[in-house]
């Protein structure tokens, strides 16, 4: 463990724990389970250079009638797993709170909706790409509190440089944003998942590479 932290660093050691941290059973850690919270460490800090560079800052969020249907399915999924780990916390279930974190910051946040920001961004004279602003730094800003308790010194170096705030030790802690999650949003977001996802295993199938151009027709 003394080796891990050196080479891992304390944040992904006190994360690999708490993640694996189940009531009632053992705990089984290995070399790889750190390294995974290093990265996990890694991507948190890769998104919020981006959000920044992008020049994200805590901004009032527009109505959600002006939000894309990306911006509106990323909030209520922030909703849905602040909820969850409030409740995950008070019972002291570390595991499901790391769980849920882990995979909304790696799966949702950064996998697909930051994908999706770099288009709306990318229509810098577009009112929306201020929008998409707004919203990086909501959902990094509740975020980044939420994960502080297990990865604290990440956290705190993230938040203090994306909100110019003193520390996120002090700073209120998330409360419900009264942000349902939209069923149509969600929807759309999931159909569009399924269709990169099938592009992408067509690709590999093919053996086409990344950047190569190929006539496709969409139906139904």
């Known amino acids: ?8 660093g304390a944040d ?10 189940n009531p009632g059973g053992d705990l089984a850690v290995g070399e790889d389970d750190v390294r995974a919270s290093r990265n ?22 527009p109505d959600l009638d002006e939000l894309t249907d990306a911006d509106r399915w990323i909030l209520g999924r922030l909703e849905e797993v602040r909820a969850e780990v409030d409740s995950a916390f008070e019972a002291y279930e570390f595991s499901r709170a790391c769980e849920s974190l882990y995979h909304f910051a790696w799966d949702e946040f950064c996998d697909w909706y930051l994908e999706l920001a770099k288009v709306q961004l990318s229509a810098s004279a577009d009112p929306s790409a201020a929008h998409t602003n707004a919203v ?8 980044l509190k939420l994960l502080h308790p297990v990865i604290p010194f990440v956290t705190e170096t993230l938040w203090k440089n994306l909100t110019g705030g003193e520390s996120v030790v002090i700073a209120d802690w998330p409360q419900s944003s009264g942000i349902a999650l939209d069923a149509v949003a969600e929807q759309r977001i999931t159909d569009m998942q399924k269709l990169v996802t099938e592009i992408r295993r067509f690709r590999s199938d093919q053996g086409l590479a990344d950047r190569q151009k190929v006539p496709a ?3 139904g």
């Open 40 to 61: 996990f460490a890694t991507k948190l800090f890769n998104a919020t250079r981006f959000a920044m560079m992008n020049g994200a800052a805590p901004a009032p969020l």
């Open 12 to 21: 992904a050691l006190r994360f690999t724990l708490a993640r694996g941290a």
């Open 136 to 143: 990086l730094a909501f959902v990094l800003d509740a975020l």
């Open 217 to 219: 027709r969409l139906s």
């Open 1 to 8: 463990p003394l080796d891990w932290l050196e080479e891992f």
